[in-house]
């Protein structure tokens, strides 16, 4: 089959669009034709290499992977037809340990993620266990490049904004860096779980975008660097309950000066790095709580994509490539301009 390959760690430049054995199937496997596989954040980092990580290389990357079924495994249980639309659930967990047991599988010590820890989708042929793939319902008004940006971000957005902050009407959310994957789709599900949202961006046309989402307020960051002291006003000297950052060191101070007391910051990223300072006074004078939060269950994705699938929350697609062209797609993402998912057609 034709892939993406990644032959060594390194910058874009080190892609290469070749050929590669076909994935075996094993009996509790489905082997996808994949249709359209979006890129994360996560593929710049496996990509340049994680401290500890070690890979077969060449490496396929591609978490997120839409596709059609074209084989089914012997043993497979679960329903599957084949032609039938997919996506892929990128979560990996050994399914034993308590944690798995208890429906909570990103606690589990062996969890992992499809593309990461393991060859992912962007190849023509994907082959996984049943249990990480899902069907797309026929009366989805989707396509293959829709739903090729929903797993990860979709995923995540929804175990930070409702599992982990239980965001609610009366609440307040401010979401740094719209434009991003999961900052959009925090953004919907915010939304329609009846919050307030102020966002942040240095892109008035993103920002512009963002209220065409949904978005109550939209604050300029580079205008306005000092914007937690905008958003000290509009929440009338209160600040906001719930703050969503995954950029990280560049504006974790921020983030912070921007809750209330007792507010809640939920991080899953640290897309402009990973080692920031935190005044520890603001964090007990202000009993606040900096929670982590890492993919979903199980039960998660299937709730966030339900809505995605009835059409009350939508993927948004900034930019569609050939998988021939995986250089200039990952170098789209690294430069920040995009507004939404970049997506690989296969
Ligand atoms: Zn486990």
Redesign the pocket.
């Known amino acids: 089959m034709k892939a993406l390959l990644v032959p060594e760690f390194g910058n874009a430049e080190v892609l290469r669009f070749g050929e590669i054995a076909d994935p075996v199937i094993n009996s509790h496997d489905i082997l996808v034709k994949v249709k359209a596989t979006a890129l994360n954040h996560l593929d710049i980092f496996v990509r340049e290499g994680i401290s500890g990580l070690k890979l077969e290389m060449p490496h396929i990357l591609g978490s997120d992977i839409s596709g059609e079924i074209i084989e089914i495994g012997s043993k497979v249980e679960s329903d599957f037809k084949e032609r039938q639309r997919v996506v892929i659930d990128p979560g990996l967990?050994?399914?034993?340990?308590?944690?798995?047991?208890m429906g909570e599988?990103s606690?589990?010590?062996?969890?992992g993620i499809i593309g990461e820890h393991v060859r992912g989708g962007n190849a023509e042929l994907f082959s996984v266990s049943e249990h990480n793939v899902i069907s797309i319902p026929d009366e989805a008004d989707v396509d293959f490049v829709q739903a090729a940006a929903v797993p990860l971000t979709f995923m995540t957005a929804w175990r930070m904004v409702r599992t982990q902050a239980g965001v609610k009407p009366s609440d307040t959310v401010l979401i740094i860096g719209i434009g991003g994957g999961v900052a959009l789709a925090a953004l919907q599900i915010a939304k329609l779980s009846g919050a307030k949202v102020i966002v942040t961006s240095s892109s008035d046309q993103k920002l512009k975008q963002a209220y065409n989402l949904g978005a109550d307020v939209a604050v300029n960051s580079e205008t306005h660097p000092d914007y937690h002291r905008e958003v000290y006003h509009l929440t009338h000297k209160r600040g906001v309950d719930v703050v969503i950052d995954s950029v990280g060191r560049a504006t974790w101070d921020r983030s912070l000066m921007s809750l209330r007391k007792g507010g809640q910051l939920v991080t899953c990223g640290a897309t402009s790095g990973p080692l920031a300072e935190t005044n520890i006074n603001r964090i007990f004078w202000n009993q606040l709580q900096i929670k982590g939060s890492t993919m979903a269950s199980r039960s998660e994705v299937r709730n966030v994509l339900k809505l995605v699938w009835e059409g009350k929350l939508r993927p948004v697609v900034d930019e569609v490539f050939s998988l021939s062209e995986g250089i200039q797609a990952h170098k789209r993402l690294e430069a920040g301009k995009q507004f939404g998912k970049i997506v690989m057609k296969v």
């Open positions: 967990s050994c399914g034993r340990c308590e944690f798995c047991i599988r606690l589990c010590k062996k969890f």
